[in-house]
């Protein structure tokens, strides 16, 4: 079951590695920011969020790093595993509102 | 396991004819929103619902598309008549209640898979 696009921007990392992967935002007023991850044939699944009151956030072998000036999330992936190969989608909510939009979408890809 | 349930998972039709996807949020969620997901447009968010009353649908095609919560354990997504432009991944995703915010992370379902011939 594919479900994502042809002409996603692709991110291929060795096995071990630490992947980031990034994403401009374009709304100045979303103040809430999410990372997805969507393997073949299933539906998104929430990674770890950020509010922007903040700037970083840990989770279990992911960092999410907000950067508000100049727009930019990025989804950083430590020791990264063969698991890890999926479309990665960050999204985001703006101040008030609890519309998620979603961003174009990066495929990661694992080299053994 | 709690999970979002949507279906049909595959459903093909043929143009002009009526679809009906259903969805099937987390109890106790009380967000639910639908999206598609094509090739071209990634991930488009249609419609969504808070305590089953609509908030946004501005991004579904009004003439042919409908979206309704019968009741806090169904949603549905119509469309009628259907038309090969339509084909896509429709995915329904739930939120729990926010704790003194407005949302929190959304949960998705495995998607119906729609083909209009």
């Known amino acids: 079951g594919e479900s994502v696009g042809l002409h996603l921007p692709t991110l291929s990392v060795q096995e071990g590695d630490n992947s980031i992967i990034n994403c401009a935002y374009s709304n100045s007023a979303s103040d809430y920011f999410i990372w997805y991850k969507q393997e073949s044939g299933k539906g998104p699944q929430f990674i770890i969020d950020i509010r922007s009151n903040m700037d970083k956030r840990q989770g279990q072998r992911v960092t999410v790093l907000l950067n508000k000036t100049v727009k930019h999330l990025s989804l950083q992936i430590a020791a990264t595993q063969p698991g890890d190969s999926a479309v990665y989608f960050c999204a985001e909510a703006p101040e008030g509102d609890d519309k998620i939009i979603f961003g174009k979408g990066t495929r990661l890809h694992i080299l053994p | 396991d709690a999970r979002v349930t949507q279906t049909p998972r595959h459903k093909v039709t043929e143009m002009g004819q009526e679809v009906t996807m259903r969805c099937q949020p987390i109890l106790g969620h009380n967000t639910v929103f639908w999206y598609r997901q094509t090739m071209m447009q990634g991930l488009e968010l249609l419609a969504y619902f808070r305590n089953r009353a609509p908030l946004d649908d501005s991004g579904m095609p009004k003439d042919r598309f409908s979206a309704e919560m019968p009741d806090a354990t169904l949603a549905t997504l119509k469309i009628q008549p259907s038309e090969p432009r339509d084909s896509a991944v429709y995915f329904c995703?739930?939120?729990?209640?926010?704790?003194?915010?407005?949302?929190?992370?959304?949960?998705f379902g495995q998607g119906t898979r729609l083909t209009v011939v």
């Open positions: 995703a739930s939120g729990p209640p926010g704790t003194g915010y407005l949302y929190t992370e959304a949960f």
